[in-house]
């Protein structure tokens, strides 16, 4: 792996990690730039999943996936369409490679939602770190310490459980995913530090949960009576 990615994982506690092979590119049309394009990744992912569940079908699973087809420098992609309209040929390239990976982000969602075991499964989308897209003249984190530098994504989903918001009220970092995971399944851990992410109510959360239960009950009984 990457880095030494491989021991890096196995040392904070994984036990199984998987890379892909690297003697592929060249052979396999999928494989380019930095790893396999991401929409044939998601469909291998889950395809290990299964083969997980299959072996372990009660124990619950914590996975994570590295995927990297927006990568620098963002025009590798042999099928690449720069993005029109912005001013410089690394914005361009940049929007172009981000749409693109957005795009087969849609495939990781439909692999997950036609399994019925992963129905209550809290999914996290991040950045590992951001990446200028020449705003300021700035093309490569190396080249200057402008703000879109620094920032990156953090998206949570957990279907029936949290509802959909956007927060811009405060600042966290990556060290702050894990306290923020554990309040989600109310589980307190000493070890790590008390800053979350998101604050999440989980009472109001589940008083909300069920008024709306509630709703819909009397909406359909009301339909049901006419």
Known sequence: ??????????????????????????????????????DAYYKRLFAMLDDELVQHPRQPLFAVAINASNHYPFNRNPKHEPEPGLPTKYGRNYVGSLRASDAWLATFFDELDRRPAFKDAIVVLIGDHSFPADEHGVHFNGLGAREESFRTAFSLRWNGHVKPRIVTDHAASQIDYAPTITDLTERRDRHLADVRVVVFDREK?????????????????????S
């Open 1 to 38: 792996g990457f880095e030494k990615s491989e021991t890096f994982f196995h040392h904070m506690g994984f036990t199984e990690v998987r890379f892909e092979d690297p003697k592929q590119r060249g052979v396999d049309p999928l494989m380019w730039g930095a790893g396999l394009q991401d």
């Open 205 to 225: 959360e589940r008083r909300e949960r069920l008024r709306g239960s509630d709703v819909r009950e009397r909406e359909r009984r009301r339909g049901s009576n």
